[in-house]
Structure formats: C-alpha cells, structure tokens
C-alpha cells in the first residue's frame, strides 16, 4: 500500500489551473501520509533518540562519582524524584534544627508523602542543596539512571578508575577505597558515621578525554566544606552521624541498587508505601514524578551549554594567571638589569680604599667619609697653599692651633659676617682666631 497512488491528470479547457489543483491536492496528501508515518514510529526509536552517550554520562555524573556506594545509590534514587527533591529541601530550610541530625531528620519527614530515597537525603543536607541548586542536572542524572541503569553503574567506574590513576582516589581517615574484580568500591571506615565529599572533577580526574563533553563541576553549598582542598584534591564536610537513614547499596555485578530491608523498615516506620515491592532492588515510581517531564530535550542542552561555558571560563581563567607568571618572569629584577652585569651602579659611589683598622679610636681623625687621605706626619703646619680645601658637605671641626707666620693678608673681620653657627664659645689667648676660621668663612 502506499500513500501516493496512480492520479490521472484531466486536461480541460483552460489546461494550467487544472494541474494546479490537482497539485495543491496531491501536497496535502503528502502532509497527512508523512504525519501518519510519524505517530506509527516505534517508541524504541524515540528512546533511542534520548539516550546518553558514554562521554554524556561521565560529564553528568563526574560531581557525585566519589561519593561513598551507599550515599550515591540513594543519591542517584532520589534524582529520579526531582520535584521531591525540590520539596525536601525547602522543609530543611524552614527546620533548621534538624541539619546534621541524621536518623532523627529523616524520622521528623517520615509522614511526609515523598519517595522514601528522597526522604533519606534530609540526613545529609549539603547533598540536599546540591540537588535542589541544579534542577537541569538533578533531572538528567535521574532519567539517565532510569534508562540506563547499567550504562551509569559502568560511568562510575570509569570516573573512579580515571581518579584512582590521577593519584586523587585512595584511602584515608573518612574513606576506604577497594578494589575488587576491576570493581571500585568506596566505602566509609565507619558505619555509623559518613562523609561526603566535595571536589573539583576537572582536577581529580586528571586530564579529561572528552573535550566536547567537559566535566560538570556543580560548587558546594556554604557553609559545608573549609579548607584549601577543593583547590587541588578532595575536601570533606563534618561527618553525619546515621544508623538506619542508609539503606541502598550497589550490586556491580547485577547493575542494580539493592535494598537493605532491615535499614529501611527501622527508618521508614509509618510511610513504606509498598516501596518493596519488588523485593529487595529498587525500581522507579512514576507516581513521585509529578509534574517534572521525563527526557527534557531542553534542559539536557541547558545542562551542556553550562558544562561547556563553566570549561570556557575556567580556560580563559588559567591563561590570563599562565600570561601573568610569564610575564613576571619574563620582567628583569630591579637589582639586575640585563647589561649591567659588571658595571658600577651609576647611583652608588665608588668603593673607597681600604684603610688601617684604628680601633677604638676609628673617626676621630676621620671627620668627613669623603676626605682623601692626609699625611699625618704634616698635619700640625701644613705649608702655605699646599693645604687642601674641605668641601663644605665634610668641613672638619674647628681645632684651636697656634697662629701660622705664613697666614695670608688679613681680610675683614668675621663681625662684618654673618657668625657662622655653631661658635666656639672661647677664643685662644691673645684674640687670635683659629687658623683656617676666615678661611671657612668664605
């Protein structure tokens, strides 16, 4: 059967008015064959159209991939649910005295009617935030885990084997990492006491090998995590104390999140809502949806545009700070110019030779630092003519001496000057002057 059968074309009188309607019907036609053909596609070929790609799936997943297994089972949960998520947080937010109270906050929501994985987040309030803060994101990493559940538990691994060889994956005092049949586990040495981290996924995970697809780096709340660590490493909040608030957990091998029933049933007491349904694996809940659309072609480009302009800015960032290192080694030291190497500094004097070590007594011959050197076996008469002339920056110090017979001729007296200051207070005896006095008058 096909949709465009044998027309036989009329001529009549006027000729080219009748092909012209005769096409406009066969357009039409065309319409409402292609229209059919499209309703009749095969739900497979839309979901195939919304599936995620391996590259997709680390960059949505490269925030949370570091979380201890039990926290991001329940995590990943939860982000099926994001309009819960949305309620979840604003409870928090207006019961403030149940942050970090672990079993006793999620207790407190056990009536409300939101999925119990949802309701186990209230334990850890820095994960709540995080998933309220970025609805886009939030929404994307639960309909992939919806859809893709094993292609997702495979992203994690990968995420965490790209950390582990970056030297930014290994145990310490808040978590113990494990290594089994190619699985990496992240456990917590405590049971009853967990840390969530917080880090920067383009940092510990090494050099990414998605360009198109960069890792999504969501920034943690305030008010969690101190400390320089999310510069270079991993940082870690306060620990929340828990017993029964986590109760999911992965199985690798089977690609599926188990249920611990015992941890369940002591936490969630009056509102199980049949949630085990199916046994001890989790399975979606429509019902929790609400109103949120599944496979949001929008807000999966929102979620890309962000990714890809969050590495845009960090780019530019790292080479304005590469320019300014350059250029700050490239700048020559104010104590070393290029070419200088050798030469004196114009604005230095000269070093002065070397003179004998006068002891205790160093300077008191020595009034100006700049006066050459004066033979001291002369210095009580010097000749007439042959003395040198102080400048008047190091002039000596006055030092009373008998009259020369060898003085010049006498010029006017110093009280036709102005009295140089300071003044002898006496003068030798006879009203001599001492020698050299018009002289420094001059």
Same mark, same amino acid.
């Given at each position: 059967?096909?949709?465009?059968p044998?027309?036989? *074309?009329?001529?009549?009188?006027?000729?080219?008015p @009748?092909?012209?309607? =005769?096409?406009?019907?066969?357009?039409?036609?065309?319409?409402?064959c292609?229209?059919?053909?499209?309703l009749?596609?095969?739900?497979?070929?839309?979901?195939?159209?919304?599936?995620?790609?391996?590259?997709e799936?680390e960059? =949505?997943?490269?925030?949370? /991939?570091l979380?201890?297994?039990?926290? =991001?089972?329940?995590?990943?949960?939860?982000s099926?649910?994001p309009?819960e998520?949305?309620l979840?947080?604003?409870?928090?937010?207006r019961?403030p005295?149940?942050?970090?109270?672990?079993?006793?906050?999620?207790?407190?929501v056990?009536?409300q009617?939101?999925?119990?994985s949802?309701?186990?987040l209230?334990?850890?309030?820095?994960?709540?935030?995080?998933?309220?803060? $970025?609805?886009?994101?939030t929404?994307?990493?639960?309909?992939?885990?919806?859809?893709?559940?094993?292609d997702v538990m495979?992203?994690?691994?990968a995420?965490?084997?790209?950390?582990?060889?970056?030297?930014?994956?290994?145990?310490n005092?808040?978590l113990?990492? *494990?290594?089994?049949?190619?699985?990496?586990?992240?456990?917590t040495?405590?049971?009853?006491?967990?840390?969530?981290?917080?880090y $920067?996924p383009?940092?510990?995970?090494g050099a990414?090998?998605?360009?198109?697809?960069?890792?999504?780096?969501?920034?943690?709340?305030p008010?969690?995590?101190?400390?320089?660590?999310?510069?270079?490493?991993?940082?870690?909040? *306060?620990?929340?104390?828990?017993?029964?608030?986590i109760?999911?957990?992965?199985?690798?091998?089977?690609?599926?999140? $188990?249920? $611990?029933v015992?941890?369940?049933?002591?936490?969630?007491?009056?509102?199980?809502?049949?949630?085990? +349904?199916t046994?001890?694996?989790?399975?979606?809940?429509?019902?929790?949806?609400?109103?949120?659309?599944?496979n949001?072609?929008?807000?999966r480009d929102r979620?890309q545009?962000?990714?890809?302009?969050a590495?845009?800015?960090?780019?530019?960032?790292a080479?304005e700070r590469?320019?300014?290192?350059?250029?700050?080694?490239?700048?020559?030291?104010?104590?070393?110019?290029?070419?200088?190497?050798?030469?004196?500094?114009?604005?230095r004097? !000269?070093?002065r030779?070397?003179?004998?070590?006068?002891?205790a007594?160093?300077? =008191?011959?020595?009034?100006?630092?700049?006066?050459?050197?004066?033979?001291?076996?002369?210095?009580?008469?010097?000749?007439?003519?042959?003395r040198? *002339?102080?400048?008047?920056? @190091?002039?000596?110090?006055? +030092?009373?001496? !008998?009259?020369?017979?060898?003085?010049p /001729?006498?010029?006017?007296?110093p009280?036709?000057?102005? !009295?140089?200051?300071?003044?002898p207070?006496?003068?030798?005896?006879?009203g001599g002057?001492?020698?050299?006095? @018009?002289r420094?008058?001059?």
């Amino acid at each position: 059967m096909t949709c465009f059968p044998q027309v036989a *074309v009329a001529a009549d009188a006027q000729g080219v008015p @009748a092909r012209r309607g =005769l096409l406009r019907r066969i357009a039409a036609f065309a319409v409402v064959c292609f229209a059919l053909a499209g309703l009749a596609a095969p739900a497979g070929d839309l979901r195939a159209q919304t599936r995620y790609t391996q590259p997709e799936l680390e960059q =949505l997943l490269a925030p949370i /991939a570091l979380y201890p297994d039990s926290v =991001l089972a329940q995590v990943l949960m939860a982000s099926a649910y994001p309009a819960e998520i949305g309620l979840a947080a604003d409870w928090l937010r207006r019961n403030p005295t149940f942050k970090d109270k672990g079993d006793a906050a999620v207790r407190a929501v056990d009536n409300q009617p939101w999925d119990p994985s949802v309701r186990s987040l209230v334990a850890f309030p820095q994960v709540l935030d995080l998933l309220d803060a $970025n609805p886009d994101w939030t929404q994307q990493v639960g309909d992939a885990f919806i859809d893709q559940r094993p292609d997702v538990m495979s992203a994690v691994q990968a995420l965490r084997l790209k950390a582990q060889l970056a030297g930014n994956l290994q145990s310490n005092d808040k978590l113990t990492v *494990v290594s089994e049949d190619r699985t990496i586990l992240i456990q917590t040495p405590s049971p009853q006491v967990v840390y969530v981290p917080s880090y $920067n996924p383009t940092v510990v995970y090494g050099a990414w090998p998605y360009p198109t697809y960069p890792p999504i780096y969501l920034p943690p709340p305030p008010g969690y995590y101190v400390g320089t660590a999310l510069a270079s490493g991993i940082a870690f909040g *306060v620990g929340i104390a828990v017993t029964n608030a986590i109760w999911g957990g992965f199985n690798w091998g089977g690609n599926d999140v $188990n249920i $611990n029933v015992n941890n369940f049933n002591s936490i969630h007491v009056n509102n199980k809502q049949n949630y085990l +349904r199916t046994g001890n694996t989790w399975e979606y809940d429509a019902s929790h949806r609400r109103d949120v659309p599944r496979n949001d072609r929008a807000s999966r480009d929102r979620v890309q545009k962000s990714a890809v302009a969050a590495r845009d800015r960090n780019d530019l960032v790292a080479q304005e700070r590469d320019r300014q290192q350059a250029s700050t080694r490239d700048r020559p030291g104010a104590a070393q110019r290029p070419g200088s190497a050798g030469r004196p500094d114009p604005q230095r004097p !000269a070093p002065r030779p070397a003179v004998p070590d006068r002891g205790a007594f160093e300077g =008191l011959e020595r009034p100006g630092q700049d006066r050459p050197a004066i033979d001291r076996s002369q210095a009580a008469r010097p000749q007439p003519g042959a003395r040198p *002339v102080p400048s008047p920056a @190091a002039r000596p110090a006055p +030092r009373p001496t !008998a009259p020369t017979a060898a003085r010049p /001729a006498p010029r006017p007296a110093p009280a036709a000057r102005p !009295a140089p200051a300071p003044r002898p207070a006496a003068r030798p005896a006879g009203g001599g002057r001492p020698p050299g006095a @018009a002289r420094h008058a001059r």
